[in-house]
């Protein structure tokens, strides 16, 4: 796998992170607000029904939860070798790759034309692929 699928797949990761915690957050929002609600206005068979329809919310936030926790070991690992790009080229990448800047917005972050910021974005890519395939390497 080269360097630039790397990042992407494992942008597209952290993009995910975000999204699960943000769902769970919602989800446990919404489960507050409806316990209170069916105690006052079911009755007691239908707070039995939604008891059970709390119990599935309850279990679908907590698979938000883990997906989002199994998602961050991978991010950090993803943001620490990024960090340990120095200079320009580990700026890049870390504004296309963990910020999810667009290209132009990237060029605007670092005052640069294009061109530099892609001369940046490539030599910053080697980097990380120099760094893989010494991890790769040594097992």
């Known amino acids: 796998m080269d ?3 790397y990042l992407e797949q494992h942008a597209g990761l952290m993009r995910r992170q ?6 769970y957050e919602q989800e446990k929002k919404s489960i507050e607000e409806l316990i209170p609600l069916c105690s006052r206005l079911l ?12 119990r599935e919310y309850v ?3 907590n698979r938000l939860l883990k997906q989002a926790k199994g998602a961050e070991g991978e991010a950090e690992k993803i943001r620490g070798l990024i960090e340990s790009i ?3 080229e580990g700026r890049v990448l870390q504004l296309r790759y963990v910020e999810g800047c667009t290209w132009e917005e990237v060029c605007e972050r670092v005052y640069t034309s294009w061109p530099s910021v892609r001369e940046k974005h490539i030599k910053g890519l080697q980097l990380v692929q120099d760094i893989i395939d010494t991890q790769e390497a040594s097992g």
């Open 3 to 5: 360097a630039q699928e």
């Open 18 to 23: 975000k999204w699960f915690l943000k769902e």
């Open 43 to 54: 009755s007691p068979k239908a707070q039995k029904e939604k008891a059970d329809q709390i």
């Open 59 to 61: 279990a679908y936030c």
């Open 86 to 88: 120095s200079g320009a």
